[in-house]
């Protein structure tokens, strides 16, 4: 059988790592150290798809509807409710998403404008087309898109009005418009019909403000800084200033473990999707990962080509060639940050994995995963066995707890 493309390359990049930290030094390594530290005046590239970005005003509006429940139907859910924990920021994968969100774990949402695609799946292509999803979702937010628009101006409209001229004029209008949305019940789809285009018009324009404003706060929300950053800091080049089992776990990393492979970079993520062969949630549907929302992102008008978008076209390069092949969608999920790793768990985009030891010994063993059969293949996943002792794998997670 021949291996996808994607295969062949994990694999060989995979053993460049390896061949990499098996011959470095200790300065040397304490040089490769600093390609994974972040620091506090790390910045990332703005979103040319929202004008909002950076601007002051939107980054106030939009931490007001993060932490506002009046948002949602129930008048209870937030943004903040499934990110944030006792007044922090904080990696709650561990907090699992409605049966009809496909059984996912949340993402954390610090340090998340650093990527490209947003979602296990890539599903949204900015910050502020993701956040336009729970706004409208039934185990979520619950509100439909007339509601949202209607609230919005309601309780923010001096500051709507400030960033956008006119659209706080139409309060009144929108008022008294029943709950309407494109994606929501039957009735709120008749609903939204029923409408003229010209009022659906200012409807989408205030909800895609609404995302664009929440996108502008959450852009400015920076990923942590970690006990690893602060001991290369400290060391100054001197492995010898470093904790030697922590150390030892980096070399794992980026050598025998493989893991810097996909999890590269100061954030520990390439950004990028895999198939890593993780199993099924039990008594569910095999998730198909980033196949199921290729299509649909390429046809929605919230991404960086829509008509709801600020960027030119040659800003949206990442959308205009994002590869639909089987390959590189069929199972594949985002590559997760592994900052603040320790915090949270269980573990993979549904929490099969429970625990740091379970996610390595999954590595180690290397299962088939549930797709390739799916297709008449032993295996859709990237991942080849690896050889791993005890101590490695002890020194692997003293690593990780630092992150």
């Known amino acids: 059988?021949?291996?996808?493309?994607?295969?062949?390359?994990?694999?060989?990049?995979?053993?460049?790592?390896?061949a990499q930290a098996q011959t470095l030094?200790?300065?040397?390594?304490?040089a490769l150290a600093e390609g994974f530290v972040l620091t506090a005046d790390s910045r990332p590239k703005p979103d040319p798809s929202n004008r909002l970005a950076g601007n002051p005003d939107a980054e106030a509006l939009g931490e007001q509807l993060f932490f506002d429940p009046g948002l949602s139907a129930d008048g209870a859910t937030s943004?903040?409710?499934c990110h944030v924990t006792d007044g922090a920021f904080v990696p709650n994968e561990s907090r699992r998403a409605g049966a009809e969100r496909a059984f996912r774990t949340v993402m954390p949402v610090a340090g998340a404008a650093y990527q490209t695609f947003f979602t296990w799946d890539g599903g949204k292509d900015s910050l502020w087309s993701q956040a336009l999803v729970p706004l409208e979702h039934p185990d979520e937010h619950g509100f439909s898109r007339t509601e949202i628009a209607a609230y919005v101006l309601d309780q923010y409209g001096t500051s709507i009005a400030a960033l956008e001229a006119g659209l706080a004029?139409?309060?009144?209008l929108l008022r008294g418009l029943p709950p309407a949305s494109p994606i929501g019940t039957l009735?709120?789809?008749?609903?939204?019909?029923?409408?003229?285009?010209?009022?659906?018009?200012?409807?989408?324009?205030?909800f895609v403000l609404t995302g664009k404003a929440i996108a502008a706060y959450e852009a400015a929300l920076p990923p942590p800084l970690s006990t690893w950053d602060r001991l290369v800091a400290e060391a100054e080049g001197d492995p010898g200033r470093?904790?030697?089992?922590?150390?030892?776990?980096?070399?794992?990393?980026?050598?025998?473990?493989r893991c810097s492979t996909c999890h590269s970079g100061p954030l520990f993520s390439d950004g990028d999707f895999h198939n890593t062969g993780v199993p099924a949630v039990e008594g569910q549907p095999v998730d198909m990962g980033r196949q199921a929302t290729v299509g649909p992102l390429r046809r929605s008008p919230f991404n960086c080509l829509g008509p709801h978008s600020d960027a030119a076209k040659s800003d949206c390069a990442d959308l205009t060639y994002i590869s639909m092949?089987?390959?590189?969608?069929?199972?594949?999920?985002?590559?997760?940050s592994l900052r603040g790793v320790s915090l949270r768990g269980?573990?993979?985009?549904?929490g099969q994995l429970p625990t740091l030891r379970a996610v390595i010994d999954h590595y180690v063993t290397a299962p088939l995963g549930p797709h390739g059969r799916m297709i008449g293949v032993d295996t859709m996943s990237e991942l080849v066995p690896l050889t791993m002792t005890e101590q490695q794998k002890a020194d692997l997670i003293a690593f990780l707890e630092t992150l």
């Not at 004029?169 to 009144?172: I, K, P, T």
């Not at 470093?242 to 473990?257: A, E």
């Open 79 to 81: 943004c903040a409710t």
């Open 1 to 18: 059988m021949m291996w996808p493309l994607a295969v062949a390359l994990a694999v060989l990049c995979a053993g460049v790592h390896r």
């Open 169 to 172: 004029e139409q309060a009144d």
């Open 25 to 30: 030094d200790g300065a040397d390594i304490m």
């Open 242 to 257: 470093m904790p030697q089992d922590v150390l030892r776990g980096f070399t794992v990393f980026t050598g025998t473990g």
């Open 187 to 206: 009735a709120q789809r008749q609903a939204w019909d029923a409408l003229d285009p010209a009022t659906r018009d200012r409807v989408d324009a205030l």
């Open 346 to 350: 269980p573990f993979a985009h549904a």
């Open 325 to 336: 092949a089987m390959e590189r969608t069929l199972g594949t999920f985002r590559t997760p």
